[in-house]
């Protein structure tokens, strides 16, 4: 087992890190994008490694994004309900990756200049009911729709769950090993939520699935999985917390009409106090 490394201002995923940074990161990659585009580019092509400071999320990284085959091919993982803004975030997103990769003196030039065709893909493994493949267009976020928009972005989302099983698992070894890979942390996480990280990948190693990733950084691949877990945690805290909020404030809204209605009818501050549950002196001051 290899020491893990130095913590970094940054969070990596798993998946970040499997078909990004890691050692094999570039067969993976490869291997992925000959299944999404029924090529067969050679472990050996050209291939740049573009990575941003945390846009599609705050304070952790759970994005890979690649300049080849004249292509920026941008991939994200989604382990929870998937955002139909996507198309709106990787907007920014790409604009910081031409940024990044273009001379900025080019767009001020007379003659055209040829950019890298981007694409985008979302790759889904979470629990709820989501549909095999399906495509999120900016667009569909205008306020008024015209016929041909001026501006489009188009995500594909593919559903890589093992019960739907896609092609595209068929077709890339890697994707499919992942895919088996965190449905077996999910397995061990609903028994055992203290040591689940560390049998899944203990079950994971015995039964040849990443075996040879597992096997070199398993102690780096179980802090990663903290970490994500520990990021979905706080988004789906998050955002109880905002329903509760709006609960609540519902809730004194709804308060505050029916004692308006009340005093309108005469009823004393004390029966409204009893019904709406407001104070004497939020009702003083209807």
Known sequence: MTKAKPKRTYKDSVFADF???????????????????????????????????????????????????????VLAEHQSTVNLNMPFRFLEYVVRLYEQIQNPRDKYLRRLVKIPTPEFYVFYNGEEDFPEYKTLKLSDAFM?????????????VVNINQDKAHTILEQCKPLAQYSLFVDTVRKHLKLDREKGF?????????????????????????NML??????????????????????????????????????????????????????????AEL
């Open 226 to 283: 903290l970490a994500e877990y520990d990021y979905a945690t706080d988004i789906a805290v998050q955002r109880e917390e905002e329903r509760e909020i709006a609960l609540e404030e519902g809730a004194r809204q709804k308060a505050l009409e029916t004692a308006r209605i009340l005093k309108q009818l005469g009823d004393s501050s004390q029966k409204i106090i009893q019904v709406t549950g407001l104070s004497e002196a939020e009702i």
């Open 19 to 73: 078909f990004g940074a890691d050692k094999s990161a570039k067969a993976n990659f490869i291997s992925l994008y000959n299944a999404l585009h029924g090529t067969q580019l050679p472990l050996d092509c050209e291939l740049r490694h573009i990575r941003l400071e945390q846009i599609l999320y705050m304070n952790f990284y759970n994005d890979v994004s690649f300049l080849v085959d004249n292509k920026i091919i």
């Open 144 to 156: 008024t729709a015209g016929s041909q928009p001026n501006l489009e972005l188009i995500v594909e």
């Open 198 to 222: 560390e049998k899944a990948v203990q079950e994971c190693i015995n039964n040849d699935i990443l075996k040879e990733y597992l096997e070199r950084k398993s102690r780096e691949v179980m």
